[in-house]
């Protein structure tokens, strides 16, 4: 029955060029109502021209869809698409209205591939683009109104934008949530979704079809309490709500900045933030930290902690279901209980403190017990395997307990909460009954005799098999004890043979050596497939290697970003312990920086680009990454650049990690190196995180310069570089800083002076006045963000420490020859 009139929209399409039946909008229109139509060559844009709507067909495509995208972004961003599983064969299409003001999208032939889900017919309808991206079908009371019968936030793509939801409607059962791309050149629907499970406590699932990939952990207290990087930060505000008319996760942003949050087609959660300076998007952080975040990595009952080597192991009380299996670190299949007569022999809950709240088939919420009742209503039902406190409105009150094998645990100091898991008190040692003392007192009687014959008889064979096996492999390799204690069989981090290493570079052939210094030597080579890496070999007479060697292994093998340089792996054969990175083709920032033949390949572009990049990476470090890391070392020749000159962190030989609570201490021993070290450190011994901001500091004043701040010399003053800068800054000079190359490339001072200023904050004297990472970033990408005014820096008039130019051990790709200072403090000074 509706054939004529989809007969009558088709002919329209094709000669609304030659009719006024059906009036098509302008270009500058946010809105359409009946009888209008949108072409292939027509679009909508919002009202203040942030977004625009009409017909895409992706590169390396044949196919058409209707979408929407950033307007004032040169690359165009899709954020939504409505036929994304039934498009277009050609260009051929249009979106219009039916009878009953539904809007609806049709091929050349008239047929509708797509139809808004509107819940009744509307009377006056009309379709706008709104400012938030938003396309909402209404019908027309005032422009303001914002009564909908239809919006396309409610069924999103595989964008979530400021002020769109992911969540459920209970009213209408609506579940709004993401799902990925099937690649970048195909929108339809992926294998990859994003949502929330508003069972008992929300959770946002990640998921590739039905199998669950990652997990939030549930939210309350209206935040996400095992999930840090989905809090408020300096970019964005989150909104949780959860009643009984619907349960959804948003956010808001701040400052005017551009953000969105993308499902890649490789099931990568990513936040990303649109930087006008450098015309592309950056991503913020990863929904995923690290893999601890894996779903049930470590099975049921297993708890997995990112630090520890092997990084999964058993809960209290319970132990590997096969211990084979994990030792060769497959922990599928999870723990068991060592005693599985709980509730027939008592038992206890025992409390896991600081710990991600698991997951299982079924858990419950109490909101109206405290924590005491939950364990009395917990211990009276066997099938109650562990309870926690959710403390919902400061009330006292709340309570979550879980039925059947717990699931997706991990360690989190920081972000933990506690929870008390089921256990058999024999496990604990806990007797319950005297009963049972009394019969394994007289068994021990019996037993004692025998047993201690049998063990010693155990002991002896134990022993002489031990050291025949020591002897044997003690020529072969050296087993370095870490901090857990594992030897390198059981390390995560791939480990190469000897041969291997040797002729990948010609057995440490001279001629493939690309940099020396304290730690040792570091060697170009090439592994049969052809990849070039980097070798560090330590050096026998480095008194720091080893405990540089052990931080490298434990830090960057778990540390993953795209401003940190890659560990591909280890080697270590007796007393030869090396580390294999990826190569960086064009070397460490200082051998260009400070060559005056090599630097005018810093372009004033490219320096922002590093320096942004660097600022990523420590921001990655202190506040995304799951360990929190200080650098404590951060200079020109422990900044690589990759082929396409991004900016990479390295040698972690010095970091430390710092607690989730903790934002200083002291060492009577400080490391680093002199020109970079901020005064409370080189004084006093005293780190934190600002520490790295100071050295960001010196390094961005470098950048711009082309000068080292340490061995700084000027004619007119016997100031350092930030002695010179601080000069300049206080006699409305500062243009002067920069450096010679880059006087024709800069098109407008504000930006130099911005940068100028802003790495003067960095090095002010006292630590709580510099900023932290996260708001230099937004100071260097944001427009309209205010950038306070710099006080004093701290050695601004000292030449140096020793008279030795002092930098890195010996990069990766570098030639340096600095060396990093380590000096002994008294301690009380």
């Known amino acids: 029955m509706e054939k004529p009139e989809f007969s009558l929209l088709f002919l329209a399409t094709c000669f609304f060029h030659l009719t006024i039946m059906f009036p098509t909008p302008s270009k500058a229109e946010n809105t359409i109502t009946p009888p209008q139509i949108i072409t292939c060559n027509q679009t909508l844009i919002s009202p203040s021209q942030n977004f625009e709507l009409g017909f895409f067909t992706p590169n390396n495509s044949t196919y ?50 797509w139809s808004s889900n509107s819940s009744g017919p509307a009377k006056n309808p009309v379709a706008q683009l ?37 969540g459920w409607n209970f009213k209408t059962g609506l579940n709004i949530h993401l799902s990925s791309w099937r690649n970048s050149d195909d929108p339809s629907s992926g294998e990859y979704s994003y949502s929330v499970d508003p069972r008992g406590l929300p959770q946002l699932f990640l998921k590739k079809g039905k199998k669950k990939i990652f997990r939030s952990g549930p939210w309350y207290v209206e935040q996400y309490k095992d999930d840090p990087v989905l809090r408020e930060n300096p970019v964005f505000k989150p909104v949780f709500v959860f009643d009984s008319d619907e349960v959804y996760y948003s956010y808001e942003t701040k400052e005017n900045i551009v953000s969105m949050f993308v499902l890649s087609e490789s099931g990568l959660i990513q936040h990303f933030t649109w930087n006008d300076h450098r015309s592309s998007w950056f991503s913020e952080f990863n929904i995923q930290g690290d893999q601890c975040d894996d779903y049930g990595l470590c099975g049921a009952y297993g708890t997995c902690n990112i630090k520890s080597s092997p990084i999964c192991k058993c ?90 094998d717990l699931f997706d645990i991990r360690e989190d100091s920081v972000n933990g909460q506690d929870f008390y898991v089921r256990v058999s008190a024999s496990e604990l040692g806990t007797n319950i009954r005297d ?42 390799e050296t087993d370095i004890q870490f901090s857990v204690g594992r030897t390198k069989s059981e390390f995560e981090l791939p480990f190469f043979e000897i041969d291997i290493i040797e002729d990948a570079t010609r057995n440490f052939s001279f001629n493939n050596k690309i940099g020396e210094g304290g730690f040792g030597s570091v060697y170009k080579g090439q592994l049969p497939s052809g990849r070039e890496i980097a070798v560090k070999r330590l050096s026998e007479n480095s008194g720091q290697g080893l405990q540089e060697f052990k931080n490298e ?71 995304d990454s ?37 934002t200083e201490e002291k060492t009577k021993r400080a490391v680093g190196t002199y020109g970079y070290m901020p005064p409370e450190y080189a004084m006093d011994g005293h780190f934190s995180f600002k520490s790295d901001v100071y050295s960001f500091g010196v390094l961005l004043l470098e950048l711009l310069s082309g000068k080292k701040n340490k061995g700084f010399f000027h004619p007119d003053h016997k100031l350092n570089l930030l002695g010179h800068a601080w000069k300049l800054w206080n006699e409305d000079r500062a243009i002067e800083l920069i450096d010679p190359l880059l006087e024709e490339q800069v098109t407008t001072l504000e930006s130099i002076i911005k940068c100028i200023q802003i790495g003067l904050l960095c090095v002010q004297q006292q630590p709580e006045e510099r900023p932290t990472m996260s708001s230099v970033v937004l100071m260097l990408d944001g427009e309209s963000v205010l950038v306070p005014k710099p006080r004093r820096p701290g050695l601004y008039s000292e030449r140096c420490f020793l008279d030795t130019d002092s930098s890195s051990r010996g990069m990766l790709n570098s030639g340096s020859n600095d060396i990093t200072v380590t000096t002994t403090l008294v301690e009380g000074r």
């Open 64 to 113: 058409t869809y209707l979408g929407i995208w950033y307007k004032q972004i040169h690359k165009k961003t899709i954020v939504w698409v409505a036929n994304r599983d039934k498009p277009l064969f050609n260009h051929n299409g249009s979106l219009t209205f039916n009878n009953d003001g539904k809007l609806i999208i049709l091929n050349h032939k008239g047929s509708v591939l």
């Open 130 to 166: 709104l400012d938030s991206g938003n396309f909402v079908l209404k019908n027309f009371v005032d422009e303001n109104s914002e009564e909908f019968l239809w919006q396309s936030f409610d069924y999103p793509s595989d964008t979530l934008l400021p002020g769109m939801k992911i």
């Open 315 to 404: 809960l209290e009380g319970f132990e590997p279901r096969n211990m084979h299996e994990w030792k060769m670190l497959d922990w599928s299949n999870g723990c068991v209980r060592k005693n599985s007569k709980v509730c027939r022999n008592g038992d206890i809950f025992k409390k896991f403190t600081g710990m991600k709240l698991p997951d299982s088939v079924e858990f419950h919420v109490n909101y109206s017990i405290n924590i005491n009742q939950c364990e009395v209503e917990c211990s009276k039902n066997c099938s109650c395997v562990a309870y926690a406190k959710l403390d919902i409105n400061a009330s006292g009150n709340g309570c979550i307990a879980w039925f059947g």
């Open 435 to 476: 009963s049972n003392v009394d019969r394994n007192k007289r068994k021990k009687l019996i037993i004692l005799p025998v047993s201690i014959s049998v063990a010693s008889a155990i002991i002896v064979s134990a022993l002489w098999l031990i050291i025949k096996k020591w002897r044997r492999n003690k020529a072969e």
């Open 553 to 623: 292994v434990i830090f960057i093998s778990q540390l993953q970003h795209r401003n940190l340089v890659k560990l591909l792996g280890c080697c270590i054969q007796g007393e030869d312990k090396m580390l294999v990175y990826e190569y960086m083709p064009n070397r460490s920032l200082d051998s260009l920086l400070f060559d005056e033949t090599k630097r005018s390949a810093l372009s004033w572009e490219k320096r922002l680009d590093i320096i942004n990049g660097i600022a990523r990476g420590l921001v990655y470090l202190h506040r």
């Open 626 to 662: 799951r360990l929190r890391i200080i650098h404590r070392d951060l200079k020109a020749s422990n900044v690589l650049l990759d082929g396409d000159m991004n900016p990479k962190i390295s040698d972690f030989g010095m970091a430390r990690m710092f607690g989730g609570d903790q």
